[in-house]
């Protein structure tokens, strides 16, 4: 049966050039997300250029190398690059191209827009995707190429496209299941066989003292037996280094991104996953940046399960989890409550993620609570000291989360909860872990907005 497998691999074995010659112009293209974004299929498609005409590639967090369709063609004349969440690259690409634009998703609904797109088109604003390109690992002895680290949405990406190329690329790990965190030869149009390129990892950054702060002001609010959701950042890392040297017990993992904080927590010990009434003894994630120890860690370890976004993020799902904690981070709160993770002003920064899918799930999760935390502060270019805790967004600022939702938010003053707050005692909650500096003037800004009592105390 083996020989099988490689003598459908080798009909199905193209050159990048050879694979993307059935692109037609007009064509909806799907890159997988994170490091499955293909490297020499994009760079034969943007060498197509003069041949095409109105492309549109969806992605997410795009990480390096910098696509070629977007390098090739920097006035978005042929392709249009559309990214589901802006990472620093996208950022640095829509600022220096004119094709390259923001697609607001929900990312726990990622799996049900692709089967949507299929069953129920006129649900759904795009067109079924014609290609889906992505980069796997080897295809192993039973015929099955692995995601590796991105999991996400790529079975239904696959298996709704009309064709899907699959790029080999030996440096992405073997991750084990989970649900979906595979496809088989015999479901993949093409196979190219790629360069090895190396995966992108994050650069390590250094916690702050704020950061370090509010790491420790939440982890006051943890308990042994809890299951953890961290968000992307320094905040979040320290975090769970933290959460290694305390004697918590039996914490559990599920999380949207798999972050060196959770190998972190596993090896100490903190993190067993035994108190987990869904999947016990895993730590559940759908796609991984870090470093490459962890992407060494991650590879055929049975401590992690590589699953679907549509498993893992989605608030039905989540709310079946017993003592969920989601630790999220955001640019802003206003004096409201909402919550501005994504953008500053018209200029979009990042993106919703599944941080409103956590947000929601973790509130209805028996025993659950959600972290949005925030330095109190934010020092402009010029110096200049700002304040993250707003009277209100500036003009094209975006909510990703509305203010019924939120639930606790953590500055390095302190946390406060908002659920079932009225707008005064909200106001009056917000201004309590705001910077001393900027609490006067937020109190003037409550007055004038008439949510403020005049009883209201601030210290």
């Known amino acids: 049966m083996a020989n099988g497998f490689q003598k459908l691999y080798q009909e199905k074995l193209r050159t990048a050039e050879e694979a993307v010659k059935i692109v037609k112009s007009g064509d909806w ?7 499955g974004k293909p490297v020499v299929c994009d760079r034969a498609l943007a060498a197509r250029k003069a041949e095409l005409s109105d492309v549109k590639i969806m992605g997410a967090v795009t990480v390096p190398p910098v696509p070629e369709v977007v390098m090739k063609d920097p006035k978005g004349e042929v392709f249009t690059y559309n990214d589901q969440h802006f990472s620093v690259l996208t950022r640095m690409m829509q600022e220096q191209c004119q094709g390259v634009f923001y697609q607001p998703t929900q990312y726990g609904e990622s799996d049900q827009y692709l089967l949507n797109g299929r069953i129920d088109p006129i649900k759904i604003g795009t067109p079924s995707r014609n290609f889906f390109m992505v980069q796997v690992a080897p295809m192993d002895k039973d015929g099955y190429f692995n995601w590796g680290l991105h999991n996400s949405a790529c079975y239904n990406m696959a298996t709704t496209s009309d064709h899907c190329i699959v790029e080999v690329n ?46 420790a002001n939440v982890l006051e609010y943890l308990q042994d037996g809890q299951c953890i959701q961290l968000g992307i950042g320094a905040m979040p890392n320290i975090l769970g280094k933290m959460i290694s040297q305390t004697d918590l017990k039996d914490l559990g993992g599920w ?11 596993w090896e100490s010990g903190r993190m067993t996953g035994a108190k987990k009434n869904i999947d016990v003894g895993k730590i559940n994630y759908t796609f991984a940046l870090g470093g490459k120890k962890l992407y060494n860690w991650m590879d055929r370890n049975p401590a992690i399960a590589s699953c679907s976004v549509g498993y893992v993020n989605h608030p039905v799902q989540l709310a079946q989890i017993d003592n969920l904690v989601s630790i999220n981070q955001a640019l802003q709160v206003d004096l409201y409550g909402q919550i501005n993770a994504e953008s500053s002003g018209f200029k979009q920064i990042s993106g919703n993620g599944g941080m409103s899918d956590f947000v ?29 805790i707003v009277p209100n967004f500036d003009i094209g600022s975006i909510t990703t989360v509305t203010r019924q939702m939120v639930n606790f938010v953590c500055t390095e003053f302190g946390i406060v909860s908002l659920k079932t707050c009225p707008t005064w005692y909200r106001a009056e909650k917000l201004i309590s872990i705001a910077h001393p500096d900027f609490r006067d003037d937020l109190v003037k800004a409550a007055e004038e907005r008439k949510i403020w009592r005049r009883t209201n105390k601030i210290e």
């Open 29 to 35: 293209i799907d890159y997988a997300m994170f490091n």
């Open 170 to 215: 030996e440096n992405i790990p073997y991750a084990l299941g989970g649900n979906r965190e595979r496809i088989h030869i015999s479901q993949v149009t093409y196979v190219v066989e790629g360069e090895n390129t190396p995966l992108a990892e994050l650069p390590v950054i250094e916690p702050t003292e704020t950061d370090r702060k509010i790491a």
């Open 255 to 265: 999380t949207e991104m798999l972050v060196d904080a959770y190998q972190d927590m």
């Open 360 to 388: 929601l799930g973790s509130h209805w999760s028996k025993g659950g609570r959600s972290f949005i935390c925030l330095p109190s502060t934010h020092t402009k270019k010029d110096g200049t000291l700002i304040s993250r």
